[in-house]
């Protein structure tokens, strides 16, 4: 499903950090140095720059009622917080299985977990899309528990160098995994003017769209590039000023928000693999078998709702979820990511 990566010039260079000054600038990088600055930045409610929080973990585990002896799946391992939960709900017994499409934080996660104790006797991870579910299924065979959570791991939005955020100045790429598929700023080249407002709309519900998108287009007519993620920003507050009422700080940073997530999920294909997930999710569950699906954006919470209601009304499901779950206010408060996040489950006859 990735689009073939084109034959292309070396990445522009940009005047972003350099890595060993990130690592400076951020001490939370170095926990077994900085444990004290750790602890305060979690204090204040934020995710430690370079580490992940994960989300809902008792809400998920409490539904998924894993047992020692069962075979289950994280589709989507990121840092590992879920399956290390997971694992040990396990006990030692059964096996869990983990795909994640990075690249790059993938082998760190193995390496972690490793550490942890959680060897290939435990836990098998492989290199794959979650919507490659039914080849993992050959191998696995029919599973107990599935988890998928379609967050953006806090370790990609904080490295400069994935251009997942314009907190930092850097290539503006945005692909999870950076081996498959074309940049955003490639794609930005040749993508028109409706089709780039269209995805405003679609993947963020940004009401600025076709202003953005006239401004974006227009400077590429000039012969400019959007190659980085502080270039994207710029463009973005510079349509905004002139619109009244939308140059506000913080609707600046919301509508930035919002555009570099239309492009992440345009330049991923987000929407089609969940889809595909979705559909192929009943074949690989073993009668009874529990899924958990975390999102954080209302096209995929949509998909995921349509996709279990769908299901149990055919009789695929005997029951789903009537409605999201939220986390805690307490967890909200103290991790300001889970704000936005939904928990949909459902069971499979």
Not at 95 to 115: K, N, S
Request: hydrophobic share 35%; proline share 5%.
């Amino acid at each position: 499903m990735d689009n073939q990566e084109p034959k292309h010039q070396r990445r522009p260079r940009y005047k972003g950090t350099h890595p060993k000054a990130y690592k400076d600038k951020y001490k939370e990088l170095q926990p077994e140095k900085y444990a004290d600055t750790v602890e305060k930045v979690i204090q204040k409610g934020s995710t430690p720059a370079g580490m992940h929080r994960s989300i809902c973990v008792d809400e998920i585990l409490e539904f998924l009622a894993i047992k020692p002896g069962q075979t289950g799946l994280d589709a989507t391992l990121g840092f590992g917080g879920h399956s290390q939960a997971m694992l040990k709900c396990l006990a030692g017994q059964g096996h869990l299985y983990a795909t994640d499409v990075d690249a790059i934080e993938l082998p760190r996660t193995a390496a972690r977990l490793a550490q942890a104790g959680f060897g290939p006797e435990i836990l098998t991870i492989r290199h794959l899309n979650f919507s490659q579910i039914d080849e993992l299924a050959r191998e696995s065979g029919p599973l107990d528990f599935v988890l998928a959570d379609l967050g953006v791991s806090s370790m990609q939005i904080d490295n400069p160098e994935r251009g997942f955020s314009f907190k930092f100045e850097g290539p503006l790429d945005l692909r999870l995994n950076p081996e498959r598929g074309i940049s955003a700023a490639q794609r930005l080249k040749t993508i028109s003017q409706d089709e780039l407002e269209g995805m405003f709309i679609e993947n963020a519900d940004e009401p600025n769209a076709a202003a953005i998108a006239k401004v974006m287009v227009d400077h590429r007519n000039k012969g400019l590039e959007i190659a980085t993620t502080t270039q994207l920003q710029e463009i973005i507050n510079a349509a905004l000023k002139k619109i009244p009422g939308s140059n506000s700080k913080e609707a600046l940073k919301k509508t930035c928000q919002r555009c570099f997530q239309a492009l992440r999920i345009d330049v991923n294909d987000e929407f089609e693999v969940l889809y595909e997930f979705l559909e192929k999710l009943p074949d690989v569950l073993a009668p009874g078998g529990r899924v958990a699906i975390l999102s954080f954006h209302s096209g995929e919470d949509r998909l995921v709702k349509k996709s279990f209601q769908r299901l149990f009304r055919e009789g695929v499901y005997i029951e789903v979820a009537p409605g999201p779950l939220k986390p805690s206010a307490e967890e909200c408060h103290a991790n300001g990511r889970a704000r936005s996040a939904k928990l949909r489950w459902a069971i499979k006859a």
